[in-house]
């Protein structure tokens, strides 16, 4: 049975939570990823950064929607919703843009929970994580790679 570990790329691109956004964004467009781990000096990882995050920074922010009751106004949205909405609006480093604690894999984690994963949670890149250590990305062309016989980037 096929695993992450068989058909992971090990030694993923990363980037730094001090990176700038823009030196991010050509990083995923000349590499053709949908998404980069980012790890700390230790090769922890702290997040991920996919083509989505990026794209966020392009949105209008959004106007909230009020009713009034008792003479009060309350928000149709909470106020913490809108201020990640700024934050990613406004982003200028990739810490400021990344999807903090992303849902990681092991090594031994199976193809067919990847494809899982993948498919349920719309998750194009999968960090591969051993002893709290990035070992490795699973991507959906890994996992397409299996069905037609291919070897591993």
């Not at 990363?14 to 823009?22: N, R, Y």
């Amino acid at each position: 049975m096929l695993t992450a570990k068989d058909i992971m790329t090990s030694d993923p691109i990363t980037v730094s939570p001090q990176g700038e956004i823009t030196a991010a964004a050509r990083l995923l467009l000349e590499k053709r990823i949908n998404g980069v781990p980012v790890v700390d000096d230790q090769g922890r990882l702290l997040g991920i950064l996919c083509q989505s995050d990026l794209i966020a920074e392009q949105k209008k922010l959004p106007i909230p929607s009020y009713f009034t009751l008792l003479d009060g106004l309350i928000p149709l949205i909470s106020l913490k919703h809108l201020e990640k909405e700024v934050a990613k609006i406004a982003a200028s480093t990739v810490a400021s843009a990344m999807t903090p604690d992303p849902v990681t894999i092991s090594p031994d984690t199976t193809i067919e929970e990847v494809a899982a994963l993948m498919v349920d949670r719309n998750f194009h890149t999968l960090p591969v994580v051993e002893g709290g250590r990035l070992v490795g990305v699973v991507g959906k062309e890994d996992v397409l790679r299996t069905l037609v016989g291919g070897a591993p980037a």
